[in-house]
Nanobody, 124 residues
Framework: QVQLVESGGGLVQAGDSLRLSCAASGRVFGNYGMAWFRQSPGKEGEFVAAITANGRAKDYADSVKDRFYISKDNRKEMLYLQMNSLEPEDSAVYFC?????????????????WGQGTQVTVSS
């Protein structure tokens, strides 16, 4: 069973940057696609970004494209989300996901295992 632990969230001002990290354990990290989702109170969970098992292909939601960057370090078994030019609308709990099956790459939330999340709050 995979374990995922997010960190790096916090309270920042609009325009600031944050880097989220996700430590994974429990299986071969490099065999699985990974993703970030986020959820705000009263809203549906929202896809943020996904990355292939080998890290070569990435996908971003339109709302974060050119501001957020997903990366993974297969040796360290870490997933990252670099968030730049943060906006109040980015405030949410951010969840790290690891795909159920090897080499999955996509936006289907149901296809991932999830961590407990880390809160990001952006003040205006």
């Amino acid at each position: 069973q995979v374990q995922l632990v997010e960190s790096g969230g916090g309270l920042v001002q609009a325009g600031d940057s944050l880097r989220l990290s996700c430590a994974a354990s429990g299986r071969v990290f490099g065999n699985y696609g990974m993703a970030w989702f986020r959820q705000s109170p009263g809203k549906e969970g929202e896809f943020v970004a996904a990355i292939t098992a080998n890290g070569r292909a990435k996908d971003y939601a339109d709302s974060v494209k050119d501001r957020f960057y997903i990366s993974k370090d297969n040796r360290k078994e870490m997933l990252y989300l670099q968030m730049n030019s943060l906006e109040p609308e980015d405030s949410a709990v951010y969840f790290c996901g690891s795909s159920h099956t090897t080499f999955y790459f996509g936006r289907d939330r149901a296809r991932y295992y999830w961590g407990q999340g880390t809160q990001v709050t952006v003040s205006s």
